[in-house]
């Protein structure tokens, strides 16, 4: 009997160690299968760089701080931009002054103040006419051959299409010249007003500040990072998985 009992309790054992040894393999197959990574939360980031060359007037957020898009981060100021739009402005002042030099003169051509370099065409056109009324009298009076008459009028042709010439001349190239310099003077004040909104530093997005690397005062260079904003809003996980583990 005892015999008996002994013998059961070695089998029992040995199920136990059995069953012991496949827990323990199947853990460590379990545990040779795992795979275990490290990754980081990451957030949309947009770091503000200067657009211009000059020096840091104010400083109007911190770390930490929630903006919203368009707020004004950092405000710069760029002696060389002041320079450029006074230059600009008075370049336009010029051109404008031009223009309406431009609508006065033609204002005189149609009230028939000709200009002093146009005299001789105008002069020319004159006696062209007075010879040509002349003439026209003294054809119907017969007293001269329709020839001469003939050619009179062909001189008084030429030279009143020379004088509508000059004076047309005068009033459409003086207007486009001087409208022309207007344009370009135009363009380049809206040229310096565009990098003047560049000395506004603002937020691109609603978020929050994490970076500003500028103080008050401070001479800054074009490209420079000025101040960083991060976005909390669809936040995600990016880990680093090497190639042969990618089956797990």
């Keep these: ?23 323990y393999a199947a853990v460590q197959a379990h545990e040779k299968n795992k795979l275990v990574v490290q990754g980081s939360l990451k957030m949309t980031e947009s770091t503000l760089n200067s657009m211009l060359e000059g020096t840091i007037e104010e400083v109007l957020v911190s770390e930490g701080d929630e903006v919203k898009e368009g707020d004004v981060l950092v405000r710069m100021k760029s002696d060389i931009v002041d320079a450029k739009l006074m230059q600009a402005e008075g370049a336009q002042s010029a051109a404008q002054a031009q223009a309406d030099m431009a609508d006065a003169l033609e204002a005189r051509l149609r009230a028939g103040n000709v200009p002093m370099n ?29 020839s001469t008459f003939d050619q009179v009028e062909a001189q008084y042709i030429a030279a009143k299409e020379t004088y ?21 003077a135009d363009g380049a004040v809206a040229e310096v007003n565009s990098y003047l ?22 001479l800054i260079s074009t490209g420079m990072p000025v101040a960083s ?5 669809n936040p995600w996980v990016e880990v680093n998985v090497e190639e042969t583990q990618l089956g797990k």
């Excluded at 002069?123 to 329709?146: D, G, H």
């Excluded at 603002?202 to 005062?217: E, L, Q, R």
């Design 118 to 146: 146009m005299g001789r065409v105008r002069s020319a056109y004159e006696y062209a006419a007075k010879m040509y009324e002349r003439m026209k009298v003294l054809l119907q009076e017969e007293a001269i051959a329709q």
């Design 229 to 233: 904003v991060t976005s909390p809003e």
């Design 197 to 218: 909104e560049n000395a506004e530093i603002k937020a691109p997005m609603d978020g929050i500040v994490s970076a500003v690397n500028v103080d008050k005062g401070e």
């Design 1 to 23: 009997m005892e015999k008996k009992k002994v013998t059961v309790t070695v089998i029992v054992l040995v199920l136990v160690i059995v069953l012991l040894c496949g827990i």
């Design 164 to 184: 509508d010439m000059a004076l047309e001349g005068a009033r459409t190239e003086d207007k486009a010249a001087a409208n022309a310099l207007v344009a370009q």
